[in-house]
């Protein structure tokens, strides 16, 4: 089994900035893609960004203001926020498309999630 460890969340007034990271650990894997989704209270899951080492995608709403970075290395995305807004609000979800020892197929894997708020 593969684990995904988000850490990094926290409180910070608008305007300012926070890093979040994510470690996948446990069995041996490859890694296809890592990203991050982030949830609002009484709202649905959404895309932040997320990449495959070929491209970068990233939600209209955070273009120019996110970063990912990603460390294979150390098995280990990253999420640089920048000017920071109270509606990114949400808790945040890591998120990593692996292939677990020698199967020949990729699945999803998601971390417990870590919250930021944004103050006024």
């Known amino acids: 089994q593969v684990q995904l460890v988000e850490s990094g969340g926290g409180l910070v007034q608008a305007g300012g900035s926070l890093g979040l990271s994510c470690t996948a650990s446990?069995?041996?894997?490859?890694?296809?893609?890592m990203g991050w989704y982030r949830q609002a209270p009484g709202k649905q899951r959404e895309l932040v960004g997320i990449?495959?080492?070929?491209?970068?995608n990233y939600a209209d709403s955070v273009k120019g203001r996110f970063t990912i970075s990603r460390d294979d290395a150390k098995n280990t995305v990253y999420l640089q926020m920048n000017s920071l807004k109270p509606e990114d609000t949400a808790v945040y979800y890591c998120?990593?498309?692996?292939?677990?020892?020698?199967?020949?197929?990729?699945?999803?894997?998601w971390g417990q999630g870590t919250q930021v708020t944004v103050s006024s």
């Open positions: 998120n990593a498309l692996l292939r677990v020892g020698k199967t020949s197929y990729s699945n999803n894997y």
């Open positions: 446990g069995s041996s894997f490859s890694i296809n893609a």
């Open positions: 990449t495959s080492g070929f491209s970068t």
